[in-house]
């Protein structure tokens, strides 16, 4: 199993809302390591801080894969999340099982990540332009560690 961490733009799309919506499953984009991707591996959901209007960056979620990566057009139930034009056609995505989410407003906050001895770039923390990070084993056990010591 791989662990992985997904980020999102609020400035382009309401991850926060996305996740209230409750179904227990998503679909996310997989602009990265398409071949890499598997099911069974664990993901983090990442908001980027985007403008800072939407709070601060940081992980909201975690989830398991659940399908291949496959072109695939996007949740019909997300489509009112995006802001200014959607991502409704067919492309690389997968579909995610809900482990856990953070309330609302309730975020693992990206100092707190970065502050984390073998965490300082981990992820949109070293580079924040892209959409899928994978993380090696020893940023996985950190990550995992803080994440279950939350609650």
């Known amino acids: 199993m791989t662990t992985w961490i ?43 801080r985007g403008s800072g209007a939407y709070g601060p960056a940081g ?10 990566v496959t072109e695939i057009p996007d949740d019909p139930s997300s489509v009112r999340f995006w802001r200014g034009q959607g991502r409704i056609a067919p492309r690389p995505r ?23 001895r073998g965490l300082e770039a981990v992820g949109p923390i070293r580079f924040g332009n892209a959409t899928n990070f994978e993380l090696s084993d020893d940023e996985s056990r950190e990550l995992n560690r803080i994440w279950h010591n939350l609650t």
Not at 8 to 18: H, K, L, V
Not at 59 to 68: D, F, G, M, R
Not at 94 to 116: E, F, N, P, S
């Open 6 to 48: 997904f980020q999102g733009n609020p400035d382009r799309f309401d991850m926060d809302g996305y996740l209230a919506c409750g179904s227990g499953r998503i679909v996310w984009m997989v602009n990265q390591y398409r071949r890499k991707i598997r099911p069974g591996d664990q993901v983090f959901l990442w908001r980027a």
């Open 59 to 68: 992980i909201l979620a975690e989830c398991i894969v659940e399908s291949p």
């Open 94 to 116: 997968v579909w995610l099982k809900m482990v856990k989410i953070l309330g609302r407003g309730a975020i693992l906050r990206r100092d707190v990540i970065a502050g984390t």
